[in-house]
C-alpha cells in the first residue's frame, strides 16, 4: 500500500486516533509513539487534512494577519496640508 492508498482508507475515527496520539505521545492503548510514528502520524495528519478539510479547518492553520492602517490614515489631516513639527520638552 503506498502513501495516497493509506491516506485514502483513513476514517474520520482514525484521524482523530492519530491525532490524539501525537499530542499525548501515545496511542489509544497507552504505548508510546517512536520519534518516527510521530513524524509519520504528523505526515498523515496533514495529508488527510488537505484532500479533505478547508484551509481554515486544518490543523495548524493561522488565519492572514490583517494590515494596519497606514499612520497617515489615522489622521484626520490626509496628508494634504503640512503639519508642524511638536516637539515635547
Not at 20 to 38: A, F, H, I, N
Not at 67 to 89: L, R
Request: glycine share 4%.
Amino acid at each position: 500500500m503506498d502513501f495516497q492508498q493509506l491516506i485514502d482508507a483513513i476514517t474520520p475515527e482514525i484521524y482523530e486516533n492519530l491525532k490524539r496520539s501525537v499530542e499525548t505521545g501515545k496511542w489509544p492503548d497507552g504505548t508510546k509513539l517512536t520519534p518516527e510514528q510521530r513524524e509519520n502520524s504528523i505526515q498523515a495528519i496533514i495529508a488527510y487534512d488537505a484532500r479533505h478539510k478547508s484551509a481554515e479547518e486544518r490543523v495548524g492553520y493561522v488565519p492572514p494577519k490583517v494590515k494596519a492602517e497606514p499612520c497617515a490614515s489615522k489622521k484626520h489631516n490626509h496628508g494634504d496640508d503640512p503639519q508642524p513639527v511638536k516637539w515635547q520638552e
